[in-house]
């Protein structure tokens, strides 16, 4: 069960000297107590204490990290089974797996595009997140070579998928400090395996066929010293892996069974089914996900459902109120008003900017909701657009005054009109329209 | 060790009859049960419950349809019957979903057409039919007596009931023993709302499907994901306003920037592919009955569905 703050404190070796990273032994004690903090982060804590507090005050998924650097990403540390209980915190990576016996042209190729493709929505570049490369060829040397090839081009996460040890030596000798996660170990070979994740301490996939034997191995590769875990659950099914990931998050976040308490890895590359392993994987708990590489649409489709089911429920992706600028509006530049919700701010702003007439941008604060969400909640109103002008000292920046006002916001033109004194256009409802309406509408303005 | 993946729960989903065949008093090849969990998506070992359903929706005015589908499917766009017909014998789906778009004209007042259009998609298809009447408040009475009236023992699925606008469609799936979609703007308190209203008018449970709204992938999708989510959830702790199967039907994932300014190469994938993920994440989330409109999304997620099942493998590549 949960213990205080204090009662944690009480525990602690009182030195602070700032070890674990806080200032203070108190402040660790509240990490702890909030599930922030793992106790291991405090170097002079007797076993007694440990043990004590080991089980109670981890996160209940143990946050490993994969890959180092800019493009490193970290897992586990989930609190809940559904993300309208609080928000869901570590978007699974997405690996692209290429084999060791591809060409070197091909691998290169992957490599790059891993690299370099971004997908830029609501203001955030979307991205896949490492390589995965698998010892198909069974030879040490083309795995090295393989490793090698990717390692060249570019600082991604990796795993290294290798059935023998010799493999992920030879790999490791060249990619052994930059945490990549080796795969794995198996209730046959741990005890190799884990030296291996030791010697150079990378995390780590295990995998066993449900969830005693999970629990059995997870303990096992724990004794052996290796903590940073992640759990391969060599689903049977779809079906079988959603039931097993449920269950596993279920028993880790009630802390019914710690020792189940660590990211899950999914395996996507079924044939027929990549593409619904993935959306299930992102939306049902997978924290590593291993795809052959996707096409331009399932890319795009993945990485939309990966973003939104991690966005924070509680608040939607907002912009600040404001004046913004497209281009470089002069004195007679049109003013649009807008939400700042910002998958509409980044829809509008991205035509505007296609449409090459300098502008302005007013961002009124609808508490991010959407244009027509907002105009139905009553959260768009005339007052908040007379406000935002005043506040944002529109009237200063222009020499007219004339606002554009959103196609579906269109029944409060006339409201908006008696509150602000500026007349007001209706614009079109779908911002791809945008252009043409200004090319067309905005040189009839007697300015 | 056994894990117990009903968290305690004691509620059970309702259950809908969709279709009849002719021992049940209507002319369909099959009908459905939809509903009768006890626990998330997925997880039931009763081998019994069915996988999700796959519907196709198509409409007998096909001028503001997405293009999209024109492109693919030609002039069987044109062609009403035969849309449903291929619905069912190349496309593979297991309802088709009809949207009366001819309705949507300004002034429309052919209501006799309506009811040939039934009664054609009826003999053209032996699937159960979910059907979209007017849109329109000043017609709603009218279309939605002829579509029940045509379509008498068929237990059609009839929609769209809303909180401002249900009384007509509710009138009609009572007079002759059909089932309604209930929609409201993604949140539970609403949905269970309009729930009580119809229960308060005499619609029956087992007579309301439960449509949270679907925003599409990246335009509100995490919104229904998380409504859908709760709406299952509240039904399983024993919520009974709220214990109908859903359905989820993302009509916008055509028209979203990602899709309509695809390259032309690549636009059909990209309307399949964003179908197929919001289809396969709302039936993880709890829809029973996805819909789409591109027939190729259709067989990806019945595959799909197929490996969700109990006892289910994955396919081997040979
Ligand atoms: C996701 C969503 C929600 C989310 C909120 C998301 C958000 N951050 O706003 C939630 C679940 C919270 C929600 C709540 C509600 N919602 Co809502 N929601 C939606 C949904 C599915 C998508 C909205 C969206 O993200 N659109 C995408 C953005 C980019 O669109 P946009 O802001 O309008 O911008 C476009 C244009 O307006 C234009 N544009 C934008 N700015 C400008 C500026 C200028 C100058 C110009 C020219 C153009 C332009 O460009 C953009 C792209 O074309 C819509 C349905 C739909 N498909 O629209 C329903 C919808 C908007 N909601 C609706 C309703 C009724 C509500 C509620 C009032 C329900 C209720 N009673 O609780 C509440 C109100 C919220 C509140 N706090 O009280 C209705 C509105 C009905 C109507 N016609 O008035 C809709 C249409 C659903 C429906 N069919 O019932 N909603
Ligand atoms: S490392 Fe340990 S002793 Fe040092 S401040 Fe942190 S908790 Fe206190």
Redesign the interface.
Known sequence: MALKALDIYKLLPKKNCKECGDPTCLTFAMKLAGGKADVDLCPYLDDQAKSVLGATTRPPIRLVKIGVGERSFATGEEFVL???DKTFYHPPGILFKISDLQTHEEITATTIRVRDETFT?IGSDLRFNGIAIENASGSPETFARAVATVEENADLPLVLMAKSTGALNAALVQVGSYQPLIHTATPENFREMCAVAKKHSCPMAIKAHG??NLITLAKDCLAEGVKKLVMDLCP????DY??TA??IR??AITRAAPDLGYPVFMDAT????Q??AI??G???YASVIITPPL????S???L??R???Y?D?QKPIQMNPGLYRVGTPGKDAPVLVTVNFS?TFF?LQGYLESSRVPCFMLIIDTEGL?VLTAV?AGKFNETLVRDSLKKFNVENEVAHKTLIIPGYSAPLSGRIEEATGWKVMVGPRDA?EIGEYLHEEWGKVPL | ?G?D?H?GWTGTIGKVILGATPGEGGTRKTSYSIGGGTT????ELNPLLRAPLVALEICDDPEYWSPIIRNYCGDLVDDVDAWAKTAETVYGADLVRLYLTSTRQRNFSDIASVGKTIEAVLSATGLPLILEGSNEPRIDSEVFQRCGETAQGERLLLGTAEAGRYRSIAAAALAYNHSLIAQS?IDVNLAKQLNILLREIGVQREHIVIDPYTGA???????S??AM??IR?SALKGDTDLSMPMICSAIDSLTI??V?E?EPS?QD??A???E??TG??GA??GAEIICVRHPKTVM?LK??FA????G??????N
């Open positions: 559904y993300r309208h929505r969830i005693d049977q099914s779809l079906g959603i039931t449920t269950a279920q028993l079924h044939p027929f089914l593409d619904a959306a299930l992102i939306v049902k096409s331009p649409e399932s795009k489709a993945a939309t459902l973003q939104n089911i966005t429920p998958l829809t959407s139905a791809a | 060790m894990y993946l968290f998330l998506p997925f997880l703007p992938l990246g335009y509100g999708f995490e919104y994901y998380s989510e709760r959830f920037k990602e309509r695809a690549l994938e990209m399949v592919q964003w197929f993920y396969i994440s993880a989330a990806m595959n799909a490996s969700l099942m109990k289910a493998g994955f396919p081997e590549v």
